[in-house]
């Protein structure tokens, strides 16, 4: 056998063994992000250690209304809170893994200065059906199918969003489309799911992360099609809605970089108002509504520590006083 002959043949060995090996490397990779997702986004109870749950408070003087509404093939569950005369009907948005209960404190808030407000358990959490989270743009789905059954629960109330977190995402992300919604308030929101989740797997595994990034961009677009990465800042731009952004300035979960106020210059001539929590303990990702003493309380306190539920959930009054004067606003 000639020279060249027997080099072209090691050659094509040695690509034969490359290609094998892309081969198990792509197939590998994408089993593992399937199950990243579910390892990720399990179902949950949505039960808090530190936040009031419905059978703590006073039922009495905060009767619930009991409703359920399809998300895909899912039957979420919600609760509505009824005000005497009601200025309008507040849509309380919750993060990934919070159940229904997770923002009781300001619910109860807002009844007590006459709003009525609603809010539900999302896919994978606490009442409502679904074999877990499935991702961060979930929560956007199940608001627009919330969004449809409006009509049957707004009692023809003027409607805004309180949203959190991928909360704030799915509601900023429901303002360009077609929807009654007057007003927003959106805290610690991020622009892009894809993007938050490439910044916390780099935290993580470092440049490990570059080389999944192809099949965490794939695996999104298998779960959610068209709604993989849309961006919350294009559709606020877009918006022509009132809208209240809250961002905190030690926000571990959404850095500023990720937030809806990475780039102001893109939400310019949009009616945007825009905060930055920056007071001690209060400009965390999940405390920016409570006083001073309660999220100290809360960010000091020990892991598997009772909490006194009462320090726990006060709320920072000035904090509370703004959202609702951009309510009113927003509704008049």
Known sequence: MHQPEKQQNTLRKWLKRLLIILAVYCVSSVLLSA?????????????????????????TAYPRERFQFRSGSNLLTGYRYPAADAKGLIVVVNGVGAGADAHLAEIMYFVEHGWSAVTWDATGIGESEGRGLIGLQQIRLDLLAFLEKLPDLSGGLPVVLYSHSAGAYAAATTLACDTPVRGAVCLCGFNS????????????????????????????????????????????????????????????????????????TALTGADIRMITV???????????????????????????????????????????????????????
Request: a negative charge; glycine letters at 4%; aromatic letters at 10%.
């Open 193 to 264: 799911p894809v993007s938050l989740m490439f910044y916390h797997a780099r935290q993580r595994v470092g440049l490990l992360a570059d080389l999944q990034y192809p099949f965490l961009l794939l695996e999104n677009r298998l779960l959610f099609g068209e709604n993989a990465d849309i961006s919350a800042v294009e559709a606020l731009r877009n918006s022509s809605v009132p809208v209240l952004l809250i961002e905190c300035n030690s926000d571990d979960y959404v850095p500023h970089e990720q937030g809806l106020l990475q780039d102001l």
């Open 278 to 332: 920056d007071t001690a303990w209060r400009n965390e990702h999940n405390t920016p509504w409570l006083s001073s003493s309660a999220a100290e309380y809360v960010g000091s306190l020990e892991k598997n520590a009772p909490a006194d539920k009462a320090r726990a959930n006060e709320l920072d009054p000035d904090f509370m006083a703004l959202i609702l004067d951009f309510f009113d606003a927003a509704v008049r």
């Open 35 to 59: 199950v990243m997702f579910r390892v990720l986004f399990p179902r949950k109870d949505g039960i808090s250690p530190v936040r009031w749950n419905y059978e703590e408070i006073d039922r």
